[in-house]
């Protein structure tokens, strides 16, 4: 059974740099060709793509916020990292990480999701 | 940047009704379109992935169907434990939508 765990600081600083870590279990993340995903959601908004990673440490962005992201891959943990530089406000959500089938590119698998909240 | 609609955002219905929720992308594209099922406190559920193939393990009550721009979600035969939210997620150009997401009740 695949499953995913993200981790990191519920509560950012604004104008800090949220870093969340994403644990696999029950797969290889530098398996096949399979790619993992950061998405969050604001409450009582929808869910934003915010960037992917396959295991070769190919990346891409959502360009609404590709100038501030930074994810990175650690086959040797299978885990992959979330950083997002000069947060605010509007960064407050939900952040999940999930699988990504390149077949048919749904996210098979997510993890529950955490919340970070961005407050002074 | 393509933009997905998703209606509607409540949908009220009873055990046994079949439901239908559509989303609609702002032009048309490929058929990369899934939707996921969620409930409160769980990871999100893969149904359906392509448009219209059924993920392993889900019942075959759901389907989806649609092409270019619109794209339907259906549910024959409700049952209790599908009362849930339901989102769609489009692929285009190396980036991903969703949609807004259908709360669907109880009637």
């Known amino acids: 059974q695949v499953q995913l765990q993200e981790s990191g600081p519920g509560l950012v600083k604004p104008s800090q740099t949220l870093s969340l870590t994403c644990t696999v279990s029950g797969a290889s993340i530098s398996s096949g060709n399979d790619y993992w995903s950061w998405i969050r959601q604001p409450a009582g908004e929808k869910l934003e793509w915010i960037g992917r990673?396959?295991?070769?440490?190919?990346?891409s962005y959502n360009p609404s916020l590709k100038s501030r992201v930074t994810i990175s891959i650690d086959t040797s943990k299978n885990q992959f990292s979330l950083r997002l530089d000069s947060v605010a406000a509007p960064d407050t959500a939900v952040y999940y990480c999930a699988r990504g089938k390149w077949l048919h590119f749904a996210h098979d698998y997510w993890g529950l999701g955490t919340l970070v909240t961005v407050s002074s | 940047d393509i933009q997905v609609t998703q209606s509607p955002s409540i949908l009220s219905a009873s055990v046994g009704d079949r439901v239908t929720i559509t989303c609609r992308a702002s032009?048309?594209?490929?058929?990369?379109l899934a939707w996921y099922q969620q409930k409160p406190g769980k990871a999100p559920r893969l149904l359906i992935y392509?448009?219209?193939n059924l993920e392993d393990g889900v019942p075959s009550r759901f389907s989806g169907s649609g092409s270019g721009t619109e794209f339907t979600l259906t549910i024959n035969s409700l049952q209790p434990d599908d009362f849930a939210t339901y989102f769609c997620q489009h692929y285009d150009s190396s980036s991903f939508s969703f949609g807004q997401g259908t709360k669907l009740e109880i009637k």
């Open positions: 032009q048309s594209s490929s058929s990369w």
């Open positions: 392509r448009a219209s």
């Open positions: 990673i396959y295991a070769s440490g190919y990346v």
